[in-house]
């Protein structure tokens, strides 16, 4: 039996009341691609896709974007200017 999967999109569609097909019809997204949007794990939204969407939900950018880059971190600084030392002879 396979695993039942929802991808962080996914988690925050579901939490809106709009249903996936009309999302599709909403913003021209196909309805077999929302649902991979939804549940495959492999499949990554567009910037273009998550606009559409937020258009459709009525809500900023920056909310979606917020919840689904939330545990994306920069680098540490010490390794943020880090550059390979020249020999010299």
Not at 18 to 35: F, P, V, Y
């Amino acid at each position: 039996m396979a695993k039942e999967t929802i991808t962080k999109l996914g988690l925050y569609l579901s939490r809106k009341p709009l249903s996936q097909a009309k999302l599709a019809r909403m913003t021209g997204i196909s309805k077999d691609r929302i649902s991979r949007l939804h549940v495959d794990l492999t499949t990554k939204p567009t910037i273009d896709e998550v606009y559409l969407i937020s258009l459709a939900l009525e809500v900023n950018l920056n909310e979606i974007a917020a919840f689904l880059c939330k545990d994306l971190k920069l680098r540490p600084k010490s390794e943020w200017d880090v550059t390979p030392s020249k020999k010299t002879k």
